[in-house]
């Protein structure tokens, strides 16, 4: 009953990984909002015969749709509308309203280099070759993207093809759905709710055995589609059901917020990144970093509006940069070691002093591979937590993986360490609140 | 002639775009260089049907190998290895020494919450299933993988079947390609070859302009496979041949550096944070960074050993920032604005004072979505690059693209900015050498 879809992503550089894919989840993903049903998502290289076995493929799987991403450009090895054209047996024809509106914008972009002619000319004229009875979408880039209907007595479903730059390909998507090919495939789908639960430092085999408890004591729980994933300590569990469904996931929330409750900080879809910034609104937020050398005021300046609460952070790698500037007592370091609470604390309350906020984060660690000794292993991590009016707090983490995994879950977790600081501020000045770790 | 393999990815959390596949490339890039032609990376759900109609699709492709990744956990919608070896038509049974094994590992790391016994019980024997006729792979987490024998009466391919987790399967990747089932499966395998060549500041239709017209002067260039891959502002050019088309790639790296000598910066694989790293060695180097707010010192510290020359770095957010810490005169800001070349050189020459470098690299800009003016737009970001006994030197670069892509944009254009600026350096003190951009 439901809309099924397929996604082929084309590519050299993402079959051989050399490129992360983006597309393929991004799309998913756009589908799956629409209620469709995601069943295959497919790569392959520059190989025409290989994307045609597997449109071949994803067609005689009965989906209702594809989606390409790729292959649109200008170069020889980008084939994807050939080789699409040729599996719906449509032939190619040169659209000169198109070849004229590729070159505007080409010229347009090229302003300083000028067109350098002939090559130039080839490849606009290759990106407006559109197979018959198809509908062209306008290029967000310079490759437009291309709708063709579901041909039954082919059977071939309706394709949506689009370029691979994510950023062109996210903006032509409203215009692909929009096509009358893609329309039509779309319209018998059914409608879907998705909900996620986030908790923090709650390991999958508890988690796991949570769900299988739950199995037999919540109705109609096999109606829930439940995907359990562990990303940057945290983990995420994200379940799609029909409306009809909605008492089944109102009875497993619940059952899953009352046996972990000290571990779930986030039923409503919100990320620790969301929960971090509504608690500094109002504030002003330092960092002083050593192991995570810039991550969190990466992370926290991700976020359009930081500007508001963050002032300003220091990477204090060296000692020097400690003790001169963030004040770190000299003595502390050489009684305590640079990894230690003791020149967490002092960290934090430094970078509060120096860039005059009311809140401060740091980290002291050990993100390897080197610098690791038995009492304070790689992976080895000290917090301080600076807030305005209540004592510093300090914490140590010891840290699985390598250093680009340290370095990762540390900045994950001073996220949560901040958020929790700030939430038990708010609580002892306002009513009760459930804590955020 | 060549050895071809598939690739299967499981999981929704990985189709329905939740979590970014990481195990497809890297698989894909592990094959590749052992001179295997991947022809199809496929994605499925938890659904044993899609799985199996995969499977069958690259047995019928006829690859030699076919890698699994993910589902093998101990929860109930782990359903990859009873699904293979229903494919392979090979009866599960239970290995009670390998059952043994997994509850020894689950008990050391549970040692603090104990074992609770029916259920985790419960997953521990259903990854203790293996295929008849099989060979377990030990575990990195808890998860053992499995490599069954190709079997032609049957027309299934040799699959390896290993976990989810980056970290377990690509620990277990040396022992899974040791096993006998994988040895024959490759051992027909050719020698290729892989070089990487990288530009900066080079348009994919440039480049494009010249692959087409190498096309016509480089004999055997048909024997290349050449794969462009735009990425953050950089232009990744990779090549794969076999031995014997040597000349061809020597012949194609020449004509390229010959074309676009201001552009190409590697043509030995290194990236520029390699260039980067080995410029400052012996040096000491600090940032000063609004807009990026922490990028480039977190970009600078990923690196093991960056602690050798990165000192520390000051995340200038606010004005006051700028002026108290880094010693920006607060004239400056309010004659020029805080987006101008005179407060990046300000910035630059004051985090090298303030935190005793002998190098340092600045930002400041519009990352977006708000804060554009007409004279300086959304994506408007200025560098300044001090470096001791030379004038500091500013630029002046407007990025495309949201407040992420700015912000990377502007990361990766400090770094080759900064390696540019320090090559030349030594350029005038020792004997002449090829600017980096």
Known sequence: MNVRAGIVVTGT????????????????????????????????????????????????EGVDLIVTTGGLGPTADDLTVATVASFAERPLALDTALEAHIADIIARWRRTSGIDSPALAAGIRKQAMVPEGTQAIDPVGTAPGIAIPAAPAKSTPAILILPGPPAELQGMWPAGLATDAVTQALS????????????????????????????????????????????????????RYAATAQPAYDALAEYL????????????????????AAALSGRSVATAESCTGGLIAARLTDRAGSSEYFLGGIAAYANEVKTETLGVPTELINEHGAVSEQVARAMADGARTVLHTDTAVSTTGIAGPGGGSELKPVGTVCFGIAVAGQPTRTHTVTFPGGRATVRALATTAAFHLLAEALNDVEANLASPRRSVI
């Open 13 to 60: 550089e993402v079959l051989t990984g050399t490129i992360t894919d983006r597309n393929g989840p991004w799309v998913a993903k756009s589908l799956l909002d629409l209620g469709v049903d995601v069943a295959h998502i497919t790569i392959c290289g520059d190989r025409p015969a290989d994307l045609t076995a597997q449109l071949r493929f994803l067609a005689a």
């Open 188 to 239: 018998g789908r059914g409608v879907y709710r998705t909900q996620t639960i986030r908790a923090y430092r709650l390991s999958e085999p508890d988690l796991a055995a949570t769900l299988r408890s739950a199995e037999g004591q919540i109705d109609d729980v096999d109606q829930l589609e439940i995907t359990t994933c562990l990303r940057g300590g945290e983990v995420e569990i994200v379940t």
């Open 257 to 276: 917020t009352k046996h972990h409750a000290a571990q779930i900080f986030s039923i409503d879809g919100s990320t620790i990144d969301d929960q971090l």
